[in-house]
């Protein structure tokens, strides 16, 4: 191989590329990702053919040509305008690694330039910096940056992937703010901070810190981010009645004891109202080293709702209550209501039928009894006279005419009941 001569080589991997004047190129790849390598010739060359080879460069190491421009992992492009050719290797595994041959072919000996690749596992890092937080607050995740780097772009990502975190940046140096995400590049300190607001629990996960270099794969520090749900020293639901007082306790830590007491209403405690300087009817005592109360006098159906009570402005998880109070009308329990004591028209006119059914037919029941007790004693009265009679008959064997009507004074009276029929509607 003949010296190298008027021939820049750009090795470029995941996307960026990165330019040496030496003859040998020391870069590095990712396991599974794809790497670039391009290269520029002078001008006069546009219609030679280009190659990329490997080892020694022999005819069985020729990888890709750009007489065919694509073969298995391998692709090439020339740029004839910019005299730039790119190859492309897809797929990396630990086998790609070794000696490549930038090459340009003429007559003669070829025109050549020599890369090193180092084929490496597309994951970061061995350390890896946990930080809990919780939803609804602010978290900022501090990034190493070394000094000779103090001017390089800066970046954050999610997941665990090195090779492609700069295409799926969330924020970067350049552009200082997006939605939630907010990076500060502090050189002095030798860090940059990525502040992420309103957390919620879907911004748990692995983020990666990077931080780009020239000549060499980019700079990673990991974070582990764990974002849990919102939490208090308990929660407690209270029950109130519309117009009476009440009493909310809160207690706190006592290493707290002298900081400003605070409740607020609201369904999140990031976004609750003040109530102990908005509200006349709030009325906050201390209980004790590690509680004090509030009472509300003469609660009102707008008072319920949720509540949160404390002693420490910074929210620190564990030193607040949170309180659900439900406030309900006042109770009927005891009060005469006129209303019980109204009777339907009609249930009214069917309880005076049913009264005066039971009156007629316990008359009529008596009057019949009386008559059967009245024939019974006449009946008795008849057969007294009668055995009298016979016995007169027997002596005196004479019957008189006048006889016949004394037994008709005791003829036997016949008893005809009558019972008077009532119908449903009566």
Request: charged content about 10%; hydrophobic content about 35%; aromatic content about 12%.
């Given at each position: 191989?003949?010296?190298?001569?008027?021939?820049?080589?750009?090795?470029?991997?995941?996307?960026?590329?990165?330019t040496s004047a030496v003859g040998v190129i020391h870069m590095t790849g990712y396991v599974g990702s794809a790497v670039k390598v391009s290269c520029s010739y002078d001008e006069g060359y546009e219609s030679y053919e280009k190659y990329l080879c490997k080892n020694d460069c022999g005819s069985d190491d020729v990888l890709i040509t750009t007489s065919k421009s694509w073969k298995m992992k391998y692709m090439i492009h020339d740029d004839k305008k910019d005299r730039i050719f790119t190859t492309t290797i897809s797929d990396l595994h630990s086998e790609d690694a070794g000696k490549y041959w930038c090459g340009v072919t003429r007559t003669g000996s070829d025109i050549y330039t020599e890369v090193k690749l180092k084929v490496v596992k597309d994951h970061c890092c061995d350390t890896v910096t946990k930080i809990l937080?919780?939803?609804?607050?602010?978290?900022?995740?501090?990034?190493?940056?070394?000094?000779?780097?103090?001017?390089?772009?800066?970046?954050?990502?999610?997941?665990n992937r090195p090779s492609t975190c700069l295409q799926q940046a969330l924020i970067t140096s350049y552009n200082k703010e997006n939605g939630r995400f907010r990076l500060d590049d502090n050189k002095m300190l030798k860090k940059f901070t990525v502040n992420i607001t309103s957390l919620s629990q879907e911004d748990s996960g692995y983020y990666l810190c990077g931080v780009q270099r020239n000549f060499d794969l980019d700079v990673f520090s990991a974070v582990e981010l764990k974002v849990e749900e919102f939490c208090c020293v308990k929660s407690t639901k209270i029950n109130g009645t519309v117009g009476h007082p009440l009493t909310l306790q809160c207690p706190y830590p006592p290493q707290y004891r002298d900081n400003r007491k605070f409740l607020c209403k609201g369904d999140q405690h990031n976004s609750c109202t003040e109530m102990l300087m908005n509200q006349s009817r709030f009325t906050l005592q201390n209980a004790s080293s590690n509680t004090f109360v509030v009472i509300i006098s003469k609660l009102e159906v707008a008072d319920a709702g949720t509540y949160w009570c404390g002693s420490d402005s910074q929210w620190r998880v564990g030193n607040y209550t949170k309180i659900q109070l439900s406030v309900f009308p006042q109770s009927t329990l005891g009060k005469k209501n006129p209303a019980l004591y109204v009777i339907p028209p009609v249930l009214l006119l069917i309880c005076i039928l049913v009264l005066v059914y039971k009156y007629r037919r316990s008359r009529i029941e008596e009057a019949v009894l009386s008559l059967r007790r009245n024939a019974s004693r006449k009946k008795s009265s008849k057969e007294v006279i009668c055995?009298?009679?016979?016995e007169i008959y027997k002596n005196q064997g004479v019957v008189t005419s006048n006889d016949q009507s004394t037994s008709n004074v005791y003829e036997e009276v016949d008893v005809e009941v009558h019972y008077e029929n009532f119908t449903a509607s009566e």
């Open positions: 191989m003949r010296r190298l001569q008027n021939l820049l080589f750009t090795f470029c991997i995941a996307l960026r590329c990165v937080n919780y939803q609804g607050y602010s978290v900022s995740i501090s990034c190493p940056s070394e000094p000779q780097y103090q001017n390089s772009l800066k970046y954050i990502c999610r997941g055995a009298a009679q016979s």
